[in-house]
């Protein structure tokens, strides 16, 4: 009776994750569905505490409930406070790290499990499909826990792009060995050999680290999403291991889904998946790039001048990116665009997918300072209005603004579709400082006759803006 | 040979659940907008956070001088339990900013 209710249990969590992941796909019940899932979530996991009993009919040891509670507090406390405290300019980084502690917990899942299947050894039991299960969960667990480390990490701005010649070559190789010694142990394991398990789980680890190592910044978000879909692969492993349904559907979902997410935002860069995992951004091809926007001359703008051409503009695109976010400057952009309002002048913001960290980032920014959903443009219904805008303001956008992702093919951002914001009259681009955007290319754009560069802090010279505008 | 085929025999409903599972996924999403490619990554994160089930039944089935084994599994079911409520609650954030306009 009590094992029908846990399936039952099950049952619910099954269909809350894929109501849950349905509703998040659409703006209007994608809160809902977020709830709906978690609470789905904590009936599984209810469910699995009391009720739990494996095929011999036996619980789980009552000597361990208090390290389970244990467990579930502390992993509460940290994450709920972890969620909450975080920056929105952060959001990102916390979700890879996130991953990467669901990848580290399948790893585990495959440790503990291997440790059991050991001391059965050699009583003539044969464990090929339960030691493929584990291999399988261990390897894709600590790959995607190694690589969710480093994207955060990347993101965080601690690691640096690494690459060397023949890296790839170098990732396959080793890939092909870790299969290799997972199949030979899962067809021969014996004591003696059993240690060579741990070299896998530390290939595995390592393969993560090279894997996510070369490749830029700028692509972290289809990384990130990458490991997401790797993630939910191992946790169905873990469903294969206990013939778990919840674990196997949950995971399953997630690795589908994430992996068509991946392609998904590959497509709004305009790019291949492959491309980007090969790619290394802005690492061997970047050097090809350089000359086609060295050596240019660009011209300064005073705040008052800005000003000046924004208060009497008839329309004023704000093309926000990762330096907004950085700044923490959305609240003053957003009493900047009620200003110019109130002046009679038209504010829209161009929002480019891949714009800041994460497709969306900007949305998410700008929605926290209270913007009006209707003022925040696609790129397309954006590239339409240009032509008829007096000036695009840039707030610390780089490469989606980048003219070579048209014109020149040895740009490695060449082929992503990109905001037009030359066919405005002027260009008002504020940054810190001339340095390359995040790609680490140059951008031609603001070489251009009409662009006009406004450097410092987004936040402190939209301050300046907005007092300069009211003065006026 | 035969093993294989036994294999596949005795677990084909967790075969069939998987490939239903893969094409479900695709269709779910299939139609999202860009906008909203972030909340949702940040969502199947948390899902994927299921795996904390599994930290449970191993946890729990530890015997208690196994040390290495409790103290794995401990610290699988902190992490898995950190994946699932950070991943809710930093997607639920995330998405209370969509909320608030209109």
């Known amino acids: ?472 | 040979m035969e093993y294989i085929l036994n294999f596949i025999n005795n677990s084909q409903q967790i075969i069939y659940i998987v490939i239903l599972m893969i094409f479900l996924g695709i269709e779910v999403i299939g139609r999202v907008p860009s906008v909203l490619h972030t909340p949702l990554m940040s969502g199947a994160n948390a899902i994927h956070g299921v795996v904390i089930i599994g930290a449970i039944i191993v946890m729990g089935k530890a015997a208690d001088t196994n040390y290495i084994a409790i103290g794995l599994g401990f610290l699988a079911v902190v992490l898995g339990t950190l994946n699932v409520v950070g991943g809710f609650v930093v997607t639920d954030r995330m998405l209370e900013m969509f909320k608030k306009k209109k």
Request: proline content about 3%.
């Open chain 1, 1 to 472: 009776m009590e094992l029908n209710i846990l399936t039952i249990c099950y049952l619910i969590g099954s269909i809350t994750f894929i109501l849950g992941l349905k509703m998040l796909s659409n703006p209007a019940t994608a809160r809902k569905g977020n709830l709906i899932a978690a609470a789905g979530m904590a009936v599984a996991i209810a469910g699995t505490i009391f009720l739990y009993k494996d095929e011999h009919g036996v619980g789980l040891h009552k000597h361990n409930y208090k390290f389970i509670f244990g467990g579930l507090a502390i992993g509460t406390l940290i994450g709920f406070l972890a969620a909450k405290k975080v920056k929105m300019t952060a959001m990102p980084e916390m979700v890879s790290l996130f991953n990467g502690m669901g990848g580290a917990c399948a790893g585990l899942i495959s440790l503990i499990e291997f440790g059991r299947i050991s001391n059965e050894l050699g009583s003539g039991k044969s464990f090929h499909g339960t030691l493929l299960i584990i291999f399988l969960g261990l390897i894709i667990g600590s790959v995607s826990f190694a690589g969710s480390m480093i994207a955060w990490g990347k993101l965080n701005g601690k690691v640096k792009d690494f690459s060397f010649p023949g890296q790839q070559i170098l990732n396959t190789i080793m890939l092909f060995i870790m299969v290799c010694i997972a199949g030979y142990l899962i067809l021969n394991i014996t004591h003696a050999n059993s240690y060579l398990f741990y070299v896998i789980l530390a290939g595995a680890l390592f393969y993560g680290i090279m894997f996510v190592f070369p490749i830029g910044g700028a692509d972290m978000p289809v990384v990130i999403s990458l490991l997401n879909s790797f993630t939910g692969v191992a946790a169905a492993c873990g469903g294969f291991l206990y013939n778990n349904k919840v674990m196997l559907t949950g995971g399953i979902l997630v690795g589908a889904a994430g992996t068509l997410l991946t392609i998904l935002m590959c497509k709004a860069m305009n790019r291949s998946l492959l491309n980007v995992l090969i790619g290394s951004f802005g690492g061997n091809k970047a050097g090809a790039s350089q000359q086609s926007a060295g050596g240019g001359t660009y011209k300064e703008i005073s705040i008052s001048d800005s000003a000046m051409v924004m208060a009497y503009a008839n329309r004023v695109a704000i093309v926000p990116g990762y330096g907004l976010a950085v700044a923490q400057a959305q609240h003053i952009c957003h009493e900047l665009e009620k200003l110019l309002d109130e002046k009679g002048v038209e504010v829209i913001y161009a929002i480019h997918p891949v714009a800041g960290r994460m497709p969306g980032h900007m949305n998410v920014l700008l929605a926290e300072a209270d913007v009006s959903y209707d003022k925040l443009l696609e790129m397309e219904d954006a590239n339409d209005l240009f032509k008829t805008t007096d000036v695009v303001l840039i707030l610390g956008a780089n490469d989606v603004v980048n003219p070579a992702a048209k014109n020149d093919p040895a740009s490695p951002i060449y082929g992503m579709p990109i905001l037009e914001v030359e066919l405005a009259k002027n260009v008002i681009v504020n940054k810190r400082s001339m340095k390359p955007g995040y790609a680490g290319i140059e951008n031609a754009l603001f070489f251009q006759p009409k662009t006009s560069m406004l450097f410092g802090d987004a936040k402190g010279v939209l301050q300046q803006l907005v007092s300069e505008i009211k003065s006026l």
